[in-house]
C-alpha cells in the first residue's frame, strides 16, 4: 500500500517495509531480529556507541567555537546514527566515512519525496506528463546514487578474509536474496533508523531549551550531581528514570511517523460496526491517539512526569495501551529498543556536556513539517554552553 514510485528504491516491493505479510516477510523480520537487532550484536558495539557520543559532542563544540555558540546538531546527529546503524548492517569493522556522509542525503531525499510519491498515486496519469516526470527522474538517480554506495561496501564483505556472521549483511547473503534486494534492504534500514533517532533527539532538544527546567533537573540525573560526567555510559542511560522519561515524552508529544506506515486488512473484517473488505489500506493516526485527553492530562503540553510511578494504576495501563509510537502489532518497528537506546545516550551525553539555550529571543520554532516523518520544519539552531565546571562557558 506503499507509492507506486517506492517500487524504484524497494527493489519492486521487496523490503521489509514494503513486503506483505507472508512467508518473505517473516523471514526477513526474523532476520533483522536475529541478526541486526539481536540483543547480543546491539550490545557488542557499546563502547563503539559511547565513543562516537564523545566524538559527537567534542564536533559540535568546535563548531560553537566558531560561531560564538551557535550550533545545528542535526548532520552530526545523523552521521553518528548512520555509523552504529552501518555496523549493524555491515559489522563492526565498518569505518567509511564516504558512505556515512554520502548516504545521507539520499535518506533525507527519500523522505522529502514522500509527498510527491502520494500526489503521483492519486494521479497516475502524471507519470506520464514530460513537465511532471521530475519526481520519477529523480528517484532514479537516488536510485544509482544507493547502488554506487551499498555494493561496494557488500563487495567489501564478501572479499573480506573473516567477514562478520553476526551483521545482517551475512544474513541477507546466506538466504539468496538477490543482490539488488539486498542493496535496498540495507538501505531501508539506515531510512527507518537514521531521521527516527535523529529528529526524536532535535525535537528533544528544543523541548527542553523551551523547558529550562525539565533541562536542568534531567542535567542533575545524568551527570549524578552539579558537574558534568566524563561520558554518560550505555549501562547508566538504562538507569535513569528522569531520561526514559523525558524520551518517552518526546516520543509521545512528536512521534516520528505519526500515521504509521500503511497497513492492509488481510481477511474481511469489522470495526465498530464498519465493514472493511480484505485488502483495504488502513492508516492508523498514532498522533490522535497519543494526544487523547480521555488518556493523557493535558496532552498539549511537554511533562515527563507523567510516565513515571506517580500515576494510579488505572491511568498507567490506559498510557500504556495508548503509548504506540513505534506502532503496533506484528509490524510494530523491529528498531524500537535500539531506537531509544540511541536517542537516550545521543541526549544524556548532549545534556551533560552542553546548556541549550535559545539561538533568539524566540525559542525553537515547534512548528512541524509532515511528510511520512514529522520534522522540525525549520531545523534547529540554538545556543550552548559547555558544561566544563558548573555554571561555566567556553564561548
Same mark, same amino acid.
Given at each position: ?37 539481536? &540483543?547480543?550484536?546491539?550490545?557488542? *558495539? ?26 545545528? &546538531?542535526?548532520?552530526? $546527529?545523523?552521521?553518528?546514527? $548512520? ?20 548516504? =545521507?542525503?539520499?535518506?533525507? =531525499?527519500?523522505?522529502?519525496? #514522500? #509527498?510527491?510519491?502520494?500526489?503521483? =498515486? ?8 514530460? %513537465?511532471?516526470? %521530475? &519526481? ?8 544509482? +546514487? ?20 553476526t551483521c545482517y549483511l551475512h544474513f541477507l547473503l546466506s538466504n539468496g536474496y538477490t543482490m539488488e534486494t539486498i542493496i ?14 535523529? @529528529?526524536?533527539? @532535535?525535537?528533544? !532538544? ?7 527546567? $525539565? ?19 550505555? =549501562? ?7 531520561? *526514559? #522519561? ?11 511517523? &505519526? ?10 473484517? @469489522?470495526? @465498530? ?55 503496533? +502489532?506484528?509490524?510494530?518497528?523491529? +528498531? ?10 545521543? !541526549? ?11 539561538a533568539d529571543g524566540d525559542g525553537p520554532d515547534m512548528t512541524d513539517d509532515f511528510t511520512i516523518i514529522l520534522r522540525m ?8 554552553? #559547555? ?9
Amino acid at each position: 500500500m506503499l507509492p507506486y514510485m517506492f517500487k524504484y528504491i524497494s527493489a519492486n516491493w521487496t523490503t521489509l517495509s514494503t513486503s506483505d505479510h507472508g512467508p518473505y516477510w517473516q523471514s526477513l523480520r526474523k532476520g533483522v531480529q536475529g541478526f541486526a537487532m539481536n &540483543p547480543s550484536s546491539i550490545s557488542s *558495539q557499546t563502547l563503539s556507541q559511547e565513543k562516537e557520543a564523545i566524538a559527537m559532542t567534542q564536533k559540535i563544540q568546535e563548531q560553537a567555537a566558531v560561531n560564538g555558540g551557535i550550533v545545528h &546538531p542535526i548532520d552530526n $546527529i545523523r552521521h553518528n546514527t $548512520i555509523r552504529v546503524v552501518g555496523r549493524l548492517c555491515f559489522g563492526p569493522d565498518f569505518n567509511n566515512e564516504t558512505f556515512v556522509v554520502g548516504i =545521507d542525503p539520499f535518506i533525507y =531525499d527519500i523522505i522529502n519525496i #514522500a #509527498a510527491l510519491a502520494r500526489f503521483a =498515486d492519486a494521479f497516475p496519469f502524471t507519470r506520464y506528463i514530460p %513537465g511532471l516526470r %521530475g &519526481p520519477f527522474r529523480k528517484v532514479a538517480e537516488i536510485r544509482d +546514487g544507493i547502488v554506487s554506495l551499498v555494493e561496494p561496501e557488500i563487495t567489501r564483505y564478501q572479499s573480506s578474509k573473516s567477514p562478520c556472521t553476526t551483521c545482517y549483511l551475512h544474513f541477507l547473503l546466506s538466504n539468496g536474496y538477490t543482490m539488488e534486494t539486498i542493496i535496498f534492504i540495507l538501505f531501508e534500514m539506515f531510512v527507518l533508523s537514521v531521521d527516527s533517532t535523529s @529528529t526524536a533527539t @532535535t525535537w528533544a !532538544l528544543a523541548f527542553l531549551i523551551r523547558n529550562s527546567e $525539565i533541562q536542568h533537573k534531567l542535567f542533575k540525573e545524568v551527570s549524578g550531581g552539579d558537574e558534568k560526567r566524563e561520558r554518560v555510559t550505555v =549501562d547508566q542511560v538504562s538507569k535513569m528514570p528522569y531520561l *526514559q #522519561a523525558v524520551v518517552s515524552e518526546v516520543f509521545r508529544m512528536k512521534p516520528i511517523a &505519526p500515521l504509521a506506515i500503511p497497513h492492509k486488512t488481510v481477511n474481511d473484517t @469489522t470495526l @465498530t460496526g464498519l465493514k472493511i473488505d480484505k485488502g483495504t489500506a488502513v492508516i492508523i493516526n498514532i498522533y490522535a491517539v497519543l494526544r487523547d485527553p480521555k488518556v493523557w492530562d493535558e496532552p498539549e503540553r511537554f511533562m515527563p512526569e507523567r510516565f513515571l510511578n506517580e500515576n494510579a494504576l488505572s491511568d498507567r495501563m490506559a498510557m500504556e495501551r495508548s503509548f504506540i509510537p513505534f506502532g503496533a +502489532g506484528r509490524r510494530i518497528c523491529v +528498531g524500537m529498543d535500539l531506537g531509544k537506546l540511541q536517542v537516550g545516550l545521543t !541526549l544524556a551525553n548532549l545534556i551533560n556536556s552542553f546548556e541549550w539555550l535559545a539561538a533568539d529571543g524566540d525559542g525553537p520554532d515547534m512548528t512541524d513539517d509532515f511528510t511520512i516523518i514529522l520534522r522540525m520544519k525549520e531545523p534547529l539552531v540554538a545556543r550552548i554552553k #559547555a558544561r566544563t565546571n558548573l555554571g561555566a562557558s567556553l564561548f
